[in-house]
């Protein structure tokens, strides 16, 4: 009991905290532990490219109305202020596949999403009859395709501010709701053009990093196929699913029923 009083002590929020003065048993089980790196770690190393580009992000968040009155505003990427910036990604590792883009986890030397330096690498793709592999797109190809997504990536969010600015001119007239609102976003993107040494080009969209490892990272709370939110027992995601069906209803009436998010994939701000 003496030896755990001295090894260990608790914060003031009662965390248990490790002690500046270790045990003589800590101390050798540590050194026992040192030994030559093994030689698969040593490989990925040199699994790892680094990408000197141009990051070309909007220079804002444009609100629904801002994109209404100039529709132009994400369609050219090119007239967004560039950024000099490094990126690394494991091009060798498994990638995440969806329908149509791979993705890797990766890192840059400057922040560009607030102050973590960790980043989603994403690219097109396209697979033949023949052949379920994928085949990345390349330069200009591959830079139309994710300028789409990042447009699309605006106008969502653009709808999302819809709905807030529905709600703030609603508690004038209603008073607040008696809920705690859901604060939700998407994530923060902006396109990497690289252009090496040898003249080849290419383009990437670089996505602010979600933690998949986390408990409960990703949640389900609509579906494609139904208007319908999920039941939970777990009452802060059951009015989470709401809000996001009431969102829905928003963003249906307010764009006179011309546009409105399915299947969100949507962060929750902390």
């Not at 973590?116 to 379920?132: D, G």
């Not at 200009?140 to 529905?166: H, T």
């Not at 080009?201 to 609509?222: H, M, R, T």
């Amino acid at each position: 009991m003496q030896r755990e009083w001295v090894n260990k002590s608790q914060s003031a929020n009662g965390a248990e905290q490790a002690s500046p003065h270790p045990s003589l048993d800590q101390v050798k089980h540590a050194l026992l532990l040192q030994q030559p790196p093994r030689k698969k770690n040593m490989r990925s190393l040199f699994e790892i490219i680094t990408i000197t580009a141009q990051f070309l992000r909007p220079p804002s968040r444009p609100s629904f109305a801002e994109l209404v009155q100039k529709p132009e505003f994400l369609l050219h990427p090119e007239k967004f202020p560039p950024r000099q910036m490094k990126f690394s990604y494991p091009p060798s590792s498994k990638p995440l596949q969806g329908a149509f883009k791979i993705a890797h986890f990766g890192h840059t030397d400057i922040p560009l999403f607030g102050n973590s330096t960790r980043v989603c690498t994403k690219q097109t793709f396209s697979t033949s009859e023949n052949s379920k592999k994928p085949v990345i797109y390349q330069s200009q190809v591959q830079a139309a395709n994710l300028s789409v997504e990042l447009n699309c990536l605006g106008w969502a969010s653009a709808l999302m501010d819809l709905v807030y600015k529905f709600m703030e001119k609603e508690v004038t007239v209603r008073g607040l709701p008696a809920f705690e609102v859901p604060q939700m976003r998407y994530v923060q993107a902006g396109l990497a053009i690289s252009n090496d040494a040898e003249g080849r080009q290419n383009a990437y969209l670089l996505e602010e990093f979600i933690d998949s490892e986390a408990p409960g990272w990703f949640v389900k709370y609509l579906n494609n196929n139904s208007a319908k939110p999920y039941r939970f027992k777990d009452e802060e995601r059951s009015i989470r699913a709401e809000f996001l069906s009431f969102a829905q209803h928003v963003q249906f009436i307010e764009t006179g029923g011309r546009a409105l998010l399915t299947d969100p994939q949507i962060i929750t701000n902390p």
